[in-house]
């Protein structure tokens, strides 16, 4: 080999890291000075993302936290308020006796104690992603629509033009407190309407349904996957009056009294106190719903299910007369009263623990 050959060798190396702006490993001569003050070296680099930082940030949003706050505080209620949903459940759709008192004996003589937390496994995995879905998607629309007016209100509306005429659109009189219930009753029942429908089988036929895994197969082989959503139109239907008026009774007083006390929040005591309260108030507005709602979801047990709600209702009222509509109603308040407060009380506590460092930062 000739001496101009062997001159016209070159000896290359590898240099990784960002090269001029361009990341990755490149192969240059080594009497190419990219870094005139260091001898050229090996020097490769993988820049992964910070996984844990970023899951750390993600945790700490408002988002989650009003995601927890809502799945603890609907765990922590329905584990002390069990036996009343049993209860509640039983009257509604006409199972045992017609006296609370009574049906709590009923109970007990046939299953022992144990039997008012009859489906209580299912309806503790059935409240906990219910309730979180519930209250982070109002807490999100709510802060959404409040923005969009804000945001409207401050530039303009958007209009439509149709030759000389115009069409303005404005969201003012939206309240975004009733638009946010109406949405959190709306997802939430989406989400988890098959536990529901399995808390209620388990509840009102345990013989039939001894176990979730029983009552999952014996449903599918009934109605397939359709079986899991029986009843999901009027439960749609039932839920968006309950659930528009629920947070907006408890917004509202919340708010109100707020203002007429000259305070920025309420007590753990005000809470549970208008929790309750708003409640009742939804409850009673559209408790007939829910009584035609339970007909239709555990109709198959009896041996006859009525084709809709309307019917439903109809049966009811033939049957029972207009009082018939709100048959169990003493004790649907005895849940749900107690079981709103609570759950309301819960709620902001958790809140105030787990926004607690965004508040002070």
């Not at 050959?5 to 990784?16: P, R, T």
């Not at 996984?51 to 706050?69: I, K, Q």
């Not at 917004?251 to 007429?260: L, V």
Request: hydrophobic share 40%; charged share 20%.
């Amino acid at each position: 080999m000739t001496a101009e050959s062997e001159s016209q060798k070159k000896s290359y190396c590898l240099v990784g890291g960002d090269v001029y702006g361009y990341g990755g490993v490149i192969l240059v001569p080594k009497d190419l000075h990219l870094f005139p003050n260091k001898d050229p070296q090996i020097n490769l680099q993988l820049n992964l993302p910070d996984v844990g930082r970023a899951f750390n940030d993600f945790m700490r949003t408002r988002e989650v936290a009003e995601f927890l706050s809502g799945a603890l505080a609907g765990a922590m209620t329905k584990a002390v308020l069990a036996p009343l949903e049993t209860i509640r459940t039983r009257m509604v759709v006409g199972v045992g006796s017609r006296n609370i008192g009574a049906s709590f004996v009923q109970v007990i003589e046939q299953q022992g104690w144990q039997g008012l937390w009859a489906g209580n496994t299912i309806n503790m995995l059935r409240i906990i992603p219910t309730q979180a879905i519930e209250l982070g998607t109002f807490e999100c629309v709510k802060r959404a629509m409040t923005s969009a007016q804000e945001k409207w209100m401050d530039t303009a509306s958007p209009k439509l033009h149709i030759g000389n005429a115009s069409l303005s659109f404005s969201l003012s009189w939206l309240s975004p407190v009733a638009v946010a219930g109406a949405a959190a009753g709306v997802v939430s029942t989406l989400a988890c309407h098959p536990l529901e429908v399995l808390k209620d089988r388990l509840t009102v036929n345990p013989e039939v349904y001894p176990s979730l895994r029983i009552a999952v197969h014996k449903i599918y082989k009934e109605g397939g996957i359709l079986g899991l959503y029986a009843g999901l139109g009027p439960t749609l239907i039932g839920m968006l009056p309950y659930s528009t008026c629920y947070y907006f009774m408890y917004e509202t007083i919340k708010k109100s009294y707020c203002q007429a006390q000259k305070k920025e929040s309420l007590s753990r005591a005000e809470m549970l106190l208008v929790g309750a309260f708003s409640g009742l108030t939804a409850s009673t507005i559209s408790y007939p719903l829910e009584v035609a709602r339970k007909r239709l979801m555990v109709g198959a047990l009896q041996g006859k299910c009525p084709p809709h709600m309307v019917a439903a209702l109809s049966e009811v009222v033939r049957e029972e007369g207009l009082l018939g509509l709100y048959r169990g109603w003493g004790a649907s308040c005895l849940k749900v009263m107690p079981s709103s407060g609570i759950t309301w009380m819960f709620y902001e506590a958790w809140k105030d623990i787990l926004l607690a460092d965004r508040r002070h930062s």
